[in-house]
Every structure is written in C-alpha cells, then in structure tokens.
C-alpha cells in the first residue's frame, strides 16, 4: 500500500486552507470556517485556518472571528500570486509538521489546483468537489459526498488509512458564519522558508473582477437556448425582483451571460428562495444547480420539456409573452401601492 | 529528437444518462452502460491536433482501462493522434486519483521523452480534476489547470498559458515538459477522417502495457495504491416539486404565477 507521511493516531486538528484576493477572504474559505467549526467540535479539537500570501489585511482577524482557534499566517512579498509548487511546499511542509487530521479546502480553480498536487505529495487522499460533509466522531473519519455522473448518482468517500484527510468542498454549499468579533484566537506568523526551485512558473499578467455570486442570490431569473440571445424583458423581471440573472451553459456559450452566471454541474450550484426558467430544457447538468431552490417556475413552450419535473409551476407557453405580463403585472401593482 | 512530442491522457467514460444504481448492492451498474470518451479529452486531444498543425511532431495519446477501450484509442487515431499506450491490467482497477495518476505517470515515464502531457479538466465518472496535479507531482513537472489557451514555444523550451481562475485568468510562462489540464468546452473536436480508419487497424499503433510492462510497485496502483474508498453511492435524490400545470392566455398565466409566487417577493 502506499502509505501516507503520517497516520491517524498521530493526526489532529481540523484545518481550514483561506484563499483571499487583496486581503479579503473568498466566501469559500468563510463557508469552510463555518463547517470546519462544526467538525473540530464534534472532533473535540482545535480548528486551523491557514493564511500564505501577501499583504493579508484583516484576514486573520477575520478567520478568528468566523471560527478558528488558531491561524497559521505564512507571509512573504514572493507568495503575493498563487503558483502551485510554492504553495504546495508551503503547505506540505506545516502539515508535516504539525500534522492535521482533516484539511479541507474550497474547490476553487486555485484550490482544486493546489490540492490535487498537494494529495499526491503527502501520499493521501482527496475527495473532491465535495456537496457535503459529515463526520463519524467516534472512528473520526471524514465523509464526502460527491456528485458524478452529470448529477445523477450521489457516493460517499472515505479514507480511512491516510492523513490529513483531505477534501474540497464546492462554494456555496455551506453557509458563512456570522462573523463574532470578541473570538479569541491565536494568530501565529511562521516564516515562510521557500526554495527557488519552486518558482518555475510565472504568472505575467492576471484579471480578475469581482464576480456576481449566484450562490447567495435570494432570486434567480435563469435563461436557456429559448431566450434566443433577447435578454431584455428577463433583465426588466430581474430588476423589478431585486433578482439575479442566471443561465444554462447553452447561455453562457453563446456570450448572452458571463461564465459566472452560468447554473449547473459545471457552473454555479443556486439556493435560492425562488427560481424562474425561461426557455431552458431541464437537462441534469443545470437541474443539480437549481435542486435547492425553494420554489421553481418554469415558462417553456415545449409541454414535454425535463425541466417541468424539476418545477412547481409549469408554464406551457412563450416565454416573452409571458415575462412580459409578469413585469408588467408587478410594475402596475407598485404604481398603485407606491 | 527534435520534434515535439504530446501526450493526451484519455479516458473511456460510460454515458452518463445510463449508469444506474443497483439498489441492492448500492454499487455502480455501468455494465449496461454504452461507452464515450469523456468529453473534456476530446477538448484536450483536440487541442494536441492545433499544437501539432502548429508545430509538427507528434500525439500519443494514453489511457488506462479495461482491454475494450482499445477500440476509442483507435477512434483517436482516426482524429489525427499518431500512436496509443493502453494500460490494462487487473491490478490497475478501481484506483482513486492517487493509484491513477501513479499509474499514468509511470506510463508517461517509459514512453520516454515528451514535451507536453495534455489532460482533460475532468472525468464524469467520479474523481474530479485531481488526476493532472497528481500527474505531475509524480513526474517532477509544472502544471498547468483549466487552461483556455496554449502556446507552446518549442525551440525555448518553455510554454504560455492563460488558464481560468476564480473571477477571471491569468497568463503564464512555464518551462517544458509541463502537465496542462485542458478548459472543458475551449475547442469544437474535430470529426473522425474515416479515412484514415484502415491505417488506424494497424497491430503496431495501439502498443497495450500490463503493470509488469511498466515495472510499478504493485502496492503503488489499482485498489492497493488508493487512499480513499467508496462508502456509498446512491441515485441523487431529486428534490420532490409540485409541478402544477398553469394555463391560460399570458396574463392569466402571469397572474397566477405571482399569486403564487407572492411569499417570496420581498417588498420594495
Ligand atoms: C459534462 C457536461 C457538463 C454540463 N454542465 C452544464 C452546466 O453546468 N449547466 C448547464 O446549464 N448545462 C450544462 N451542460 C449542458 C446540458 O447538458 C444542456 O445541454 C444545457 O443545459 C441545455 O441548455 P438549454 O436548456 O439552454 O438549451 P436547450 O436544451 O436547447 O433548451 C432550450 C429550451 O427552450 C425552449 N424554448 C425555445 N423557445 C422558447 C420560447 N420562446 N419560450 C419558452 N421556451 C422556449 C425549448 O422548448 C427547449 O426546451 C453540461 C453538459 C455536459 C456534457
Ligand atoms: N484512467 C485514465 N486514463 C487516462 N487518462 C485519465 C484517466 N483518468 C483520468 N485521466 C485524465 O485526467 C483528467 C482528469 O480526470 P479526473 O481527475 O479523474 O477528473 C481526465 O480528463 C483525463 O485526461
């Protein structure tokens, strides 16, 4: 068998790898503090975050005040910019040394790059892109659960023999927890000892803009192939509903939506309280992102349509017409009220 | 030596809409199952082919499986790779990311010398995205995810990459050979050259490797090279909805959508 660098009896402590742009943690790395609060208790041992970069603002301070005992800050002018082998090495090497039984990070581009990498050098497992995690306290094994398939089959993976036990956990699957700002925790920073070696990877220009988080939309006017490149009177719902728009990949391929609205197995997973699908099939792929919706409507001219199973009101019909009178309906209603 | 050599990792995926869940064993039932190539090494070969237009040298594309999947290596011929290494073995099965990238590594290894091993974002059936990491972890190389565009400058050894993060993408420069995982959806695949079909039968493009072949540790590979394990699958739950039919002309329809959807409406 290939064994890890260390084993369970020698492993504790629930850590929590933070990502942060320009010192503000993502709300990733805050949803994981909330969950990973839950699980070093049930552990009944301490909970980690673990800061590497540069220029960290209130990080710290603010991953005290959403959960942890203890944060771990490596700082250093050459860790500003996220490079896999630097922070691969980084992060081996703390946990090595301190020995962590749970490591959990977001299942971001960056944090499925570093933790894939990261698995394989510390010889252990990964369960990844996680919708949900549990712990048996008294065997104090990690389960993930994961989605393949498009969606349709659900399992559970273990690893029983290797530490950490590592997963990574899809935004917005678990909720932020309300920041407690008289916490107590111990920030600690730990020199960052780095080897030239690992800087063979340059990154010479990034864009990054502050994206529209669908997780947290509270309402969603989502568009599919119906739409037919018109957004207008789905942006005039959207806008009349304090709503987010939304999409199928089908949508966000032919540029009607930017990539982050895009809802789906491969996109964003939504929660929101209600849902509405104008001219979308209903496929799987985008189906898991709208299973937590509270309420779902669904406008489609084709009575046959998947997406009507996935629905609590079920619109037969076009969906201008119909998008239509709802803007107009809502619109008139707050004339006369307001 | 002078030509450039890549190497695209391909896997034979079952088609998702027809893998069911056998209730009583709560194990997997894919044998009924028709079989794709997963779709994002379609992206990945596909992307090998405009490197190689580009640039001349050679693909060899690499998988590990069953013995079956021989017949996709030879489909991948017909879209223009040059040669195939499958790896099949009893001991390579139901291997996790670890035991897989072990595995593929050790492969890549002893087909000798390469620039570039191209990979898909990610495999539908179950592990996801973690196999290029591991991929080069094990080969000592850098790695490239999720990227969007390649440009391979071959004569300095070194490569551009813009890969997709969090909000946005980045460019970078990386040394040769590097592992790169392939952005799902990046490139149309191109279509299969029939004709190339009888060249594609031929006994010495698909060259078939055991674990002895390859020389591995058997503890490193298949079940035994694995961390994780399977506690459970199950068929997801899809939530249960109302799915009340609304008819009328639109602003009938309109109307009883919102007396319906009232509660959720905040005020304003
Ligand atoms: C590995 C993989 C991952 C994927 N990930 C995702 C993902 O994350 N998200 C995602 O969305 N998809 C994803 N897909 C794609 C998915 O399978 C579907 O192809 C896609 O969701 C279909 O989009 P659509 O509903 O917009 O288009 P279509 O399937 O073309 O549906 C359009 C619908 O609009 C209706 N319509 C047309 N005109 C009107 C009108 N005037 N009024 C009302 N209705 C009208 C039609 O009846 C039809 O049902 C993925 C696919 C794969 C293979
Ligand atoms: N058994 C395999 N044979 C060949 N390539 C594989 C195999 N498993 C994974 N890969 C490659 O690794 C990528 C990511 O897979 P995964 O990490 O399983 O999501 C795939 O898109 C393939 O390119």
């Given amino acids: ?338 | 030596m002078s030509e450039m050599h890549t190497i695209v990792c391909m896997k034979v995926v079952p088609m998702p809409e027809e893998v069911r869940v056998n209730q009583e064993t709560m194990t997997l039932d894919r044998a009924n199952a028709r079989s794709i190539f997963n779709p994002p090494d379609m992206n990945a070969l596909e992307m090998a082919l405009q490197l190689k237009q580009a640039h001349g040298g050679s693909i060899s594309v690499l998988s590990m499986g069953p013995p079956f999947f021989e017949r996709y290596l030879r489909l991948a011929l017909c879209m223009g790779a040059d040669r195939a290494f499958l790896l099949s073995d009893r001991a390579f099965g139901g291997a996790d990311t670890l035991g897989t990238s072990r595995t593929l590594a050790a492969a890549i290894e002893k087909i000798g010398r390469y620039e570039l091993v191209l990979c898909g974002e990610e495999s539908s059936d179950g592990a996801t995205a973690q196999v290029p990491p591991g991929i080069a972890e094990w080969l000592g190389t850098p790695q490239v995810t999720y990227a969007i565009e390649l440009e391979v400058d071959y004569w300095n050894r070194r490569l551009r990459a813009r890969r997709e993060i969090k909000g946005g993408h980045e460019l970078l420069l990386a040394p040769l050979p590097a592992v790169v995982s392939v952005k799902t959806g990046v490139n149309e695949p191109r279509f299969l050259d029939w004709t190339l079909r009888p060249w594609a039968e031929g006994q010495d493009l698909v060259t078939v490797w055991s674990a002895e072949d390859l020389g591995v540790d058997l503890e490193e590979v298949g079940v035994k090279g694995s961390a994780t394990i399977v506690g459970g699958v199950g068929q997801s739950a899809s939530r249960e909805r109302r799915r009340e039919f609304i008819t009328g002309a639109p602003e009938d329809e309109a109307r009883q959508i919102l007396e319906r959807i009232g509660q959720y409406l905040s005020e304003r």
């Fill in chain 1, 1 to 338: 068998m290939t064994s890890s660098l260390y084993g369970p009896a020698d492993a504790r402590g629930v850590w929590v790898f933070l990502e942060q742009e320009e010192g503000k943690l993502e709300s990733v790395s805050l949803e994981l503090l909330g969950k990973g609060r839950e699980l070093a208790d049930a552990l009944d041992c301490p909970l980690t975050g673990l800061l590497v970069g540069y220029a960290l603002g209130d990080s710290p301070a603010r991953a005290v005040a959403c959960g942890a005992d203890e944060v771990l800050v490596v700082e250093h002018p050459d860790l500003q910019v996220y490079t896999t082998e630097p922070f691969t090495s980084v992060v081996h090497h703390l946990a090595l040394e301190r020995k962590p039984d749970v490591l959990l990070l977001g299942a971001t581009p960056n944090g499925r790059d570093l933790a894939g990498r990261l698995a394989v050098r510390l010889r252990t497992g990964l369960t990844a892109d996680c919708t949900g995690l549990t712990i048996d306290p008294e065997r104090r094994l990690l389960s993930g659960e994961v989605v393949g398939f498009g969606g349709g089959i659900v399992a559970t993976i273990l690893c029983p023999e290797h530490r950490p036990q590592m997963a990574t956990v899809r935004p917005g699957i678990f909720a932020q927890p309300e920041p407690d700002l008289k916490r107590k925790g111990e920030i600690r920073a730990l020199p960052a000892s780095l080897d030239a070696a690992d800087f063979r990877v340059h990154v010479l220009e990034r864009s990054v803009s502050e994206e529209p988080d669908l997780t947290r939309a509270g309402i969603v006017v989502a568009v599919g192939r119906g739409a037919r490149g018109d957004l207008e009177l789905a942006q005039r719902l959207a806008g009349l509903l304090d709503a987010e728009i939304g999409g199928t990949r089908v949508a966000a391929d032919l540029g009607w939506i930017p990539r982050a609205r895009q809802i789906g197995q491969t996109g964003v997973v939504t929660q929101p309280k209600l849902v509405i699908c104008c001219g979308i099939s209903g496929a799987i792929h985008f189906t898991v992102g709208i299973d937590k919706a509270e309420c779902v409507v669904a406008i489609n001219t084709d009575p046959e349509a998947p997406i009507f199973e996935h629905a609590d009101y079920c619109v037969t019909d076009d969906m201008f017409a119909v998008l239509a009178c709802l803007a107009e309906q809502i619109a008139g209603a707050r004339a006369v009220t307001g």
